[in-house]
């Protein structure tokens, strides 16, 4: 099946600097990529959407200026948190569609991000 | 906004018992709908994948239904293990997006 990695699997930084996630697809084309955030015990919630090329559609209440998206690969996406708080601390997970499938998203592993 | 439920919130069942976990969505116009195991602290892995087209879906112990009309989907889990144990999450895609319930979490007990 398709694999979905991303980088690093956990992190801990100080409150105020800046921590970027890597999400690749590593034996397919992901046109789509996908950024949710999950808190302990809750579900996992769509951050935001990015297409290949594109500038990320964010949902309604995510700060496009703090969750900085960027997907200038078809096999690579990166978030990066800016100005990180404790209350982002969270299991940050990406998923990537194939082109032109049935729609099948396949995920990453995640990462913990721990702001102290 | 398409609203996923997840009935219920907890199970715990003795090894070997069949189970149900419910999966209800408000807006039936959907493209797919996935369920998917999630072990603490660990991203998710793929069980089945309905489309909207089809009825049901079957791996190994594992049988998922789709009722688009009534906004319905079950999964089916016949003679339980302890290794089942986990969290249990259905989502439904429509258009571009996919949103999640909260899941159902899983104790198998041996």
């Known amino acids: 099946g398709a694999v979905v990695s991303q980088h690093p699997s956990r992190v801990i930084c100080k409150s105020g600097t800046s921590v970027k996630i890597e999400c690749r697809s590593l034996?397919?084309?992901?046109?789509?990529m996908f950024w949710y955030r999950q808190f302990p015990k809750q579900s996992l919630m769509l951050m935001a959407t990015?297409?290949?090329?594109?500038?990320?559609?964010?949902e309604q209440g995510v700060e496009k200026d703090k969750f900085l998206i960027n997907h200038a690969s078809l096999t690579l996406s990166t978030l990066t948190v800016t100005s990180a708080h404790p209350e982002d601390s969270s299991f940050y997970i990406c998923?990537?569609?194939?082109?032109?499938?049935?729609?099948?998203?396949?995920f990453g592993p995640g990462t913990r991000l721990t702001v102290l | 906004k398409q609203e996923v439920t997840q009935i219920p919130a907890a199970l715990s069942v003795p090894e070997g018992e069949n189970l149900v976990l419910n999966c209800s969505f408000t807006?039936?116009?959907?493209?797919?709908l996935q369920w998917f195991r999630q072990d603490p602290g660990k991203g998710l892995t793929s069980l089945l994948l309905i489309q909207s087209s089809q009825r049901e879906q079957t791996s190994g112990r594992l049988n998922a239904s789709l009722d688009k009309s009534s906004g319905r989907s079950t999964l089916y889990i016949a003679a339980s293990q302890p290794g089942d144990s986990a969290t249990y999450l259905c989502?439904?895609?429509?258009?571009?997006?996919?949103?999640f319930g909260a899941g159902t979490r899983l104790t198998v007990k041996p």
């Open positions: 807006d039936s116009a959907i493209y797919n």
């Open positions: 989502a439904v895609r429509k258009n571009n997006d996919m949103r």
């Open positions: 990015s297409n290949e090329g594109s500038k990320a559609t964010y």
């Open positions: 034996d397919f084309q992901a046109t789509t």
């Open positions: 998923s990537a569609r194939w082109r032109g499938t049935s729609g099948e998203q396949f």
